[in-house]
């Protein structure tokens, strides 16, 4: 039987995961983007495993194998590919012609396999919360060439299926940007994931297919929850995510104006199973991001990819 302090703890470590999980569409087409020749843009992704000094492969050390697997999930969902968990055949979703690859360069141009291992216990710094400027202390790359994805080795007592991850948004001038976590001059940008999340699992939990990442890469690439500000009128700035004032699980209930809401869209907070779109005002506003946010376009020709 759980004593009151346990309870106690799990309820803040949920309300703390909630919080993380609130950052945040807007479609503008008056702004082109320059497709490359293939019609796919390429972002390199450096995955910083922090872990408490086990073998690789065993419990926070994760296993190259699962880092690589959750990366084609990532391209899995971004490119809405058939035959896997990431298709659908919404008439509003679809391919964001985005692809993440593990980085081939690392930050002096040498090759690597875009996974950088540190155990947490050779850090003498401070310790600076549940945040990107705490894990930044192990490993942060150069934002503009790589997007630094944190896996975090959190204890499973109170964190498994309680606190998932969060994500920096980008400091754009669209809509609802208010709603995401910007950082402040000389923050270290970047993912969280807590490592139980990340990648495929036979965990006990709604979040054990590696969706985790999908919703927080939305949020990096500026998308934001379907209900952004619990507001009606100003959610998402998407016109093709049903008006929402609250957030939005498994269950289907009708929005703001009397439409079913999408239970199946990456940015809820629905389980892994059930998700499976972003819809096409949500790439828009990613495509967005790549033009106009210098940071994220600078990714497009980071010699990391080459």
Same mark, same amino acid.
């Given at each position: 039987?759980?004593? #009151? /302090?346990?309870?106690?703890?799990?309820?803040? /470590?949920?309300?703390? &995961?909630?919080?993380?999980?609130?950052?945040?569409?807007? /479609?503008?087409?008056? *702004?082109?983007?320059?497709?490359?020749?293939? /019609?796919?843009?390429?972002?390199?992704?450096?995955?910083?495993?922090?872990?408490?000094?086990?073998?690789?492969?065993?419990?926070?050390?994760?296993?190259? !194998?699962?880092?690589?697997?959750?990366?084609?999930?990532?391209?899995?969902?971004?490119?809405?590919?058939?035959?896997?968990?990431?298709?659908?055949?919404?008439?509003?979703?679809?391919?964001?012609?985005?692809?993440?690859?593990? &980085?081939?360069?690392?930050?002096?141009?040498?090759? %690597?396999?875009? #996974?950088?291992?540190?155990?947490?216990?050779?850090?003498?710094?401070?310790?600076?919360?549940?945040? *990107?400027?705490?894990?930044? *202390?192990?490993?942060?790359?150069?934002?503009?060439?790589?997007?630094?994805?944190?896996?975090?080795?959190?204890?499973?007592?109170?964190? !498994?299926?309680?606190?998932?991850?969060?994500?920096?948004?980008?400091?754009? =001038?669209?809509?609802?940007?208010?709603?995401?976590?910007?950082?402040?001059?000389?923050?270290?940008?970047?993912?969280? #994931?807590?490592?139980?999340?990340?990648? !495929?699992?036979?965990?006990?939990?709604?979040?054990?297919?590696?969706? %985790?990442?999908?919703?927080?890469?939305?949020?990096?690439?500026?998308?934001?929850?379907?209900?952004?500000?619990?507001?009606?009128?100003? =959610?998402?700035?998407?016109?093709?995510?049903?008006?929402?004032?609250?957030?939005?699980?498994?269950?289907?209930?009708?929005?703001?104006?009397? !439409?079913?809401?999408?239970?199946?869209?990456?940015?809820?907070?629905?389980?892994?199973?059930?998700?499976?779109?972003?819809?096409?005002?949500?790439?828009?506003?990613?495509?967005?991001?790549?033009?106009?946010?210098?940071?994220?376009?600078?990714?497009?020709?980071?010699?990391?990819?080459?």
């Amino acid at each position: 039987m759980k004593t #009151i /302090n346990n309870l106690i703890s799990q309820y803040i /470590n949920f309300a703390f &995961a909630l919080c993380l999980l609130f950052c945040s569409c807007s /479609n503008d087409e008056s *702004q082109e983007i320059s497709i490359p020749e293939d /019609n796919i843009f390429y972002l390199p992704v450096i995955v910083h495993v922090i872990h408490k000094g086990e073998n690789i492969g065993e419990d926070t050390n994760l296993s190259t !194998e699962r880092i690589e697997r959750q990366i084609e999930i990532l391209n899995e969902d971004f490119r809405r590919k058939v035959g896997t968990r990431g298709y659908n055949e919404h008439p509003d979703g679809g391919d964001a012609k985005i692809e993440f690859v593990l &980085a081939k360069k690392d930050r002096n141009g040498n090759p %690597t396999n875009g #996974i950088n291992r540190i155990n947490e216990n050779t850090l003498n710094g401070p310790y600076l919360g549940y945040n *990107q400027n705490n894990y930044a *202390q192990y490993g942060y790359w150069d934002s503009s060439n790589y997007i630094n994805i944190w896996t975090t080795p959190l204890s499973g007592e109170y964190t !498994e299926c309680l606190v998932f991850g969060s994500a920096t948004g980008p400091d754009i =001038n669209l809509p609802g940007s208010q709603f995401l976590p910007i950082p402040q001059l000389g923050d270290p940008e970047g993912i969280l #994931i807590n490592w139980m999340h990340f990648g !495929e699992s036979n965990i006990d939990c709604q979040a054990r297919f590696g969706r %985790t990442l999908t919703h927080e890469m939305g949020h990096y690439l500026g998308v934001l929850h379907p209900w952004g500000g619990n507001d009606c009128e100003f =959610n998402d700035y998407c016109d093709d995510t049903p008006a929402v004032d609250r957030p939005v699980y498994n269950s289907a209930f009708m929005g703001c104006e009397g !439409e079913t809401v999408a239970t199946n869209n990456y940015m809820n907070w629905s389980d892994d199973e059930m998700m499976n779109m972003f819809t096409k005002d949500q790439i828009s506003r990613m495509h967005n991001v790549l033009e106009h946010h210098e940071g994220r376009h600078n990714l497009l020709s980071s010699p990391a990819i080459k």
